[in-house]
């Protein structure tokens, strides 16, 4: 999966201390700067991997195209010109570097409340023009207003720090930050109703996604204070631009500092035209050592991925860092092997139910993982989309299976034989039920029972399987021998369960992958 990435397309000015660590560490590098949409397009397909920064839309027909792509680094932070939704469809991996650039996002974002009080870029203009206005430009102190942070996260939590020393109070909300939490950094927490009417100034730091598009609006700003100022250093569209050159323009609003837009590079010169709205082209990232930063954090990342370990700035796989741990490797195995043999016994095109059942202490907290593992494996074979660990829920969901996970300290079907750490895999569609108990011994994966018919000892799924169900009264095994070896395919080992409901199931391990087993029982097949 992601540990055999190579290839990496850089599409954007991302700091050269990235190729470096990267070429250090064996990847290919191209840098592509500039491309057109077609050009992306055409190019995106030769490479496993693609850092970009803000500017590449990186949208479902680039994703779509990009048939090798294996993950998409952002050197940065926010991923809105990535379609997560579409990456995580093909299985592929978005991470960003979250927190490199957080301080001069918001030392950018200081600088521009800093800059409304005392209207610095507007008195500036007017000097170089040839003007000597000193009372055009009478400014407010900030000392004693009130500040509202919206989004306290990385950096609504830094500008709060730096603002609280221009003696500025603090208010803020966040449903994720509560308001014994908040306070620990200075900040009152409010509900967004009673914040608006108190605040001189509101800064924004939330990310844009549905909820937060145009949560600035004509209703919110009819709710603020008159002459309030507001900046946003977060992303464009979190504001609505009508509805702020509206208040603009009626005095609601006393000024603007604005560093995203709606549609970048902005087409509303009105708006970026108003006497006040002071604007930079999206610079929050731009300084040196955010840059650096963030290029190194991304790069390092893409060694750790090599290196077949979980990284922080994953977007859209929770569960990634699970399956990177070497703990859980062998398990991770067993449970896509169970899942691909369970797939091969429930033959119903009905909806399919997975129920996952973890026994043992050390199996207590890997259910989703091994729900997962379940899914990819028995998805394995339907699947035209190549199905891993990333979008193996998403088709799941879409295919109508249902996952459920269960801590079980007795599995039923192992009657007291089952080893102390196993896992059970049933898988129901319409009349068909099959419940598969394995276990792991080192790397060997084992199967204990099959419908509650169990091996002893239990069974390695290894090699070239042939997995078959005879009723208890007849002595198959012999015939079953028979018609394997007559066959090409000679069978290594053979293992039939305990009998249960009077049904025993068989095992044979053959030198070849395909064996044409003549017996009119149930038997199926599987190369593990
Ligand atoms: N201008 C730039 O160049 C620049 C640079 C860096 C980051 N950014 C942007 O700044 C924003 C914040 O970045 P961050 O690193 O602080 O992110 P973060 O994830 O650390 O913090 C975002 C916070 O917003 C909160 N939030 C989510 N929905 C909310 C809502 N409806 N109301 C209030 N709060 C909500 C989250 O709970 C979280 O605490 C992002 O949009 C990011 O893309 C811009
Ligand atoms: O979300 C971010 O990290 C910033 O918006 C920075 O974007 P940039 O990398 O294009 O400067």
Request: one cysteine or more.
């Amino acid at each position: 999966m992601v540990n055999n990435i190579r290839s990496v397309l850089i599409s954007e000015n991302v700091d050269s201390v990235c190729a470096k660590i990267l070429r250090e560490n064996g990847f290919e590098v191209t840098n592509k700067i500039g491309m057109t949409r077609q050009e992306l397009l055409d190019e995106v397909k030769k490479y496993d991997s693609l850092i970009v920064r803000s500017a590449t839309k990186v949208t479902a027909d680039v994703i779509e195209a990009a048939t090798s792509l294996k993950v998409i680094g952002r050197a940065g932070t926010g991923v809105d010109n990535i379609d997560c939704d579409a990456a995580t469809r093909q299985g592929i991996l978005v991470i960003n570097a979250p927190g490199g650039n957080t301080l001069s996002a918001a030392e950018l974002t200081c600088c521009m409340v800093v800059s409304l009080s005392r209207k610095i870029a507007q008195a500036c203009a007017s000097l170089k023009a040839g003007l000597w206005d000193r009372k055009t430009y009478i400014g407010e102190e900030l000392q004693g207003k009130t500040l509202a942070i919206i989004g306290l996260g990385r950096i609504g939590r830094e500008v709060a720090s730096r603002m609280q020393s221009f003696g500025m109070k603090t208010i803020g909300f966040d449903p994720l930050v509560p308001p014994e939490e908040s306070i620990t950094f200075g900040v009152e927490s409010f509900q967004l109703d009673q914040l608006w009417p108190k605040a001189d100034y509101i800064t924004i730091h939330v990310p844009l996604i549905p909820p937060t598009k145009h949560m600035i609006n004509d209703l919110v700003l009819s709710k603020c204070r008159k002459g309030v100022k507001i900046v946003n250093c977060a992303r464009g569209g979190i504001i609505d631009e009508d509805a702020l050159l509206r208040a603009l323009e009626s005095e609601q609003c006393g000024g603007a500092g604005l560093d995203v837009f709606e549609e970048e590079p902005p087409k509303n010169s009105t708006l970026l035209q108003h006497s006040k709205v002071i604007c930079t082209p999206h610079l929050g990232a731009s300084t040196k050592e955010a840059q650096k930063r963030v290029a190194e954090e991304i790069a390092l990342q893409f060694v750790e991925l090599l290196k077949g370990h979980s990284v922080p700035g994953i977007v859209n796989a929770p569960t990634f860092g699970q399956f990177q741990v070497a703990d859980n490797k062998y398990w991770v195995k067993l449970c896509q092997t169970l899942g691909k043999l369970a797939d091969k016994l429930v033959t119903s095109d009905e909806q399919k139910n997975v129920i996952v059942s973890t026994r043992g202490a050390l199996l207590e907290k890997k259910g989703t993982v091994l729900g997962i593992a379940t899914l990819v494996g028995l998805m394995s074979n339907t699947s035209s989309n190549g199905i891993n660990f990333i979008n193996a829920p998403l088709l799941a969901k879409e295919a109508g299976i249902k996952l459920s996970i269960h801590h079980k300290e007795v599995l039923m079907s192992c009657d007291g034989q089952c080893p102390s750490s196993a896992v059970e895999i049933k898988v129901e569609a319409g009349n068909e039920s099959h419940v598969l108990v394995g276990t792991t011994e080192g790397s060997v994966l084992l199967l204990c029972s099959i419908d509650d018919a169990c091996f002893n000892p239990c069974q390695p799924l290894q090699g070239n399987l042939v997995v078959t169900k005879i009723d208890d009264d007849k002595n198959l095994e012999l015939e079953l021998m028979k018609s394997l070896m007559t066959g090409e395919a000679c069978v290594r080992s053979a293992a039939i369960s305990a009998p249960f409901n009077e049904q025993r199931w068989c095992i044979f391990n053959t030198m070849s992958p395909t064996v044409s087993l003549k017996q009119p029982v149930f038997w199926t097949q599987l190369m593990v």
